[in-house]
């Protein structure tokens, strides 16, 4: 943990709480792999009186799709580190993992690869089920993905690396899957009557959404849009956020290149036409990288015409964009690109407005949260955490939550086997008791 | 239909058989839409005393992903046609369609696209729900992968064409995922006790087998591998087949491009050294395109030098490779690149050479058949009709069967979202009674 706090500066509280997460998360996985029902096993059993033709015997199960690479990100070393969710999931399908260490934290994924290393031992789990590469190399990273053995891609971090292993491994002579998990821009969508009766908790919760964790997190609500039910309400509402942003106390930046980053970003966001930076991320310490939160405001129109307000600032910055009407709301709404989250501020009143908006969303992100924040990712069974490209590269898959396992596995099935030749999962009297689909009918009797 | 005979050649009674099959898939997912639970709901109720933090209301099914461009093949005018599994399933899963008709047969696209369209006015879908492209023209391929707009492809045809698609849908600003179903060379194995005992009759299915629609299904079984016991057993159990195959009566090639081009290929396989032509298919009537089966034999090191070998020949043809021992089989097994499916033959005796066999086939096909035949595939539950690259682009998924519709679709999750304002399938009283995973555990209760 010295280790990680001393290459993160995350401190031990939010590190202690990653542990946790991270921990959790790999049990969750024994948990399914337990419950075993992941298998997908379905099975039609023979019928010579089918019709329009006789059917044999076919059973059907998930087996795992072979060895996975991992690419972790920077701003997550324990929970979407080397023993985190990628990890986890794709070693509970039963692949071998390569994991790709990210150059913030060497020292983090050395200590997370032992505990790892030290855990398949004791399981008696294969020789070479886990190795991790360390490198700050491109040559590394692109013999990894090209290599022949590897069969699928798991990663997380920027629109520019995500794409760009997607489009490598698109080019292999065998073409394999990439389940990149890139930026987002988490849109929150406040409604006239939410905001008339609750602006200042919505301002205080979205102040807590972005300065969490520096804002450095792929949930963190990058772009606000208010439905003015009267002139000057948006702008006072912008005010309200950039007063709770700037009232809370300063976090540290992940690393130097991001901290860089997100200065140019900033200092050539703030000098757009149109666009009013109401609350300036304090400069960094004499060496530090600490900072805090930053927001920005605009109306409508101008966001429309500006390429660059659609582009996610890493960090705890957000933008407000005023708009005249609830309609104008749910007509950007349609305009936007693909999201990990979006986020609905609504209240009884605002039902119809709410109902429409949901509807233009669940086409847009993975996750609509109404009435909270997008950070803060529960990792339960229902989780999705994905979405539509420029979010992900598969937003059929989720990268957190147990059906992450998904990702790695792939279906066989098996006609007119002998039972004893079969997986357990498949054999006919059901020997590891899961929940199976027999001929349409879920079921856990043989068959 | 006889439009279809026209155009296709293939008789009626196929055409009719292909028919029921088109109909049957479409009744099939009807079942699948009345039964529900392909939304895969799963629920996650709120919990405030969670560890390692409190955990929110959270609500996750499946939606369409949206339009979905469908290339349909030339082998089956009907069953993978307009009106085939891939537009039913895609259709089902709630996603306009867009079918290029392929130019072998344009009169039996356009009336299956006139029954179609009929069903979906009677039905009050909406306008435009399906849509028939027909063109010889390269362009208008592209510009149907390439309009952003379309969020998926699926196709069915050959290696090259399922790869340049799958490229060019790679390269788009948003790439999307593309399900092409391209060539397979079906391996097919004998182990020594079930040679001992029913060479006759594995040769007499094989034939069937190889021949069934001309030999241009893409489970024709293009390659058999003969473990042999005794020396000359594997020469005369290709003569065996060939023999078998010789007596059928001859079918009727597709199209007069892939006459030419099986007669071009034969002509160089049969000229390749250590490669006998056993049984040549019957050159054509005149001006018709009438052939019977061929077969070819060689031995392992051969085969393994030879790439030519391990190319498909589209059409009645298959290559018999006689092998020297059972551990030569499973090491050339462990050689080949994905398929379809591969197809053991094992008696008794031969369960632990078959054992090992389909531990390492698994790894290799989407499909293991057992003392049958790959072709005529099954449209169940459980059926698996994909495979590893060059056998598809996407071999977590299928084209045949119900599960095909997971192809189309994509995870939502709702974070405490007001029960009135979830899709019916997420409501807590379940009005749609289909199961769901709620806390980890099946149910059709209320939650």
Redesign the interface.
Known sequence: MSVADAETGLGTARLN?EL??TT?QLRAFA?LLD?G?FVEA???PADAAA???A??D???ML?P??PVAVFTPSNFPLAFGVAGGDTASALAAGCPVIVKGHPSHPGTSEECARALGAAARDAGAPQGVFTLLQARDLDVARALVTAPEVQAVAFTGSLAAGRAI??LA??RP??I?VFAEMGSLNPVFVAPAAMSARAAEIADGLAGSITLGTGQFCTKPGLVFVAEAAAGEGRAFAKLVAEKVTSRDPGVMLNAQIDANLSRQLARTGALPGVELLARPAERAAGGLTRAGGVVTTDLATFLSTPALHEEHFGPVSVVIRCPSADSVIDVASSLE?NLTATIHADEAD?LF??RL?SVL??K????????FPT?V?V?????H?G???AT??????SVGV?AI?RF??????????D??LPEALQRANPLGI?R?V??R?TREDS
Chains 1, 2 share one sequence.
């Open positions: 709480g946790d997460r959790f948990d419950e029902s379905i099975i039609s019709k329009p033709v059917r044999p076919v059973r059907r087996v799709i072979g997607y489009d698109a080019q065998q073409p899957p693909g039902a709410g109902k949901a669940s086409d992100v993975g996750r609509i949260v109404w009435n909270g803060g529960a339960t069974w229902a989780m999705q994905g539509p490209y420029p590269t598969a937003p059929a898959h989720t059906t998904r596995l792939r279906p066989v099935a098996y006609q007119n086997a002998p004893a030749l929940q689909l001929d349409g879920w």
